[in-house]
């Protein structure tokens, strides 16, 4: 069991792209490697799969879905794994970065309102050893419950 391995859902996740259940999870997991580097990242198949307890198959077609819907872009070269750079709307991009900083850490308050004033939540959900898919649907669940921002 690896303890270390986790993945954060963010509220923009399923309020702004509009992902839910196992394809958010497989998200995150992308995005929170592509984040970091902000260049094209290979699939870390064995983490997904430690994290969603989902099959090579499966994340593989949720990956092509995420293509087809223009939230990643996939280079492929011959002989090398395919690698992913996560495509998102300039706006969503950039109250990410506001919110979180351009480490996912939670970056200054923003003062414009009432509202803006508190951090966005969001949820990090250690491997499925660990924490388990309960969690993610229960992250997912907390997520449904609030009202938009």
Known sequence: MN??????IYPFMH???GLAGLGKEIFAVIFGFWFRSRSAVPAPYPIIQEITGASVPTISAHLQSM????????????GKP??????????????FEASYGSDCTP???VKSSPKASKQPSAVTVKSRQ?????AF????????????D
């Open 3 to 8: 303890k270390g391995v986790f993945a954060t």
């Open 15 to 17: 309020r702004d792209l």
């Open 67 to 78: 293509e087809s819907e223009g939230l990643l872009h996939v280079k492929r070269e011959a």
């Open 82 to 95: 395919n690698t992913y750079v996560v495509v998102l709307p300039d706006q969503v991009l950039a109250d």
């Open 107 to 109: 970056g200054p308050e």
């Open 130 to 134: 660990v924490s388990g898919r309960e």
């Open 137 to 148: 649907d229960e992250a997912e669940n907390t997520l449904k419950a609030r009202p938009p």
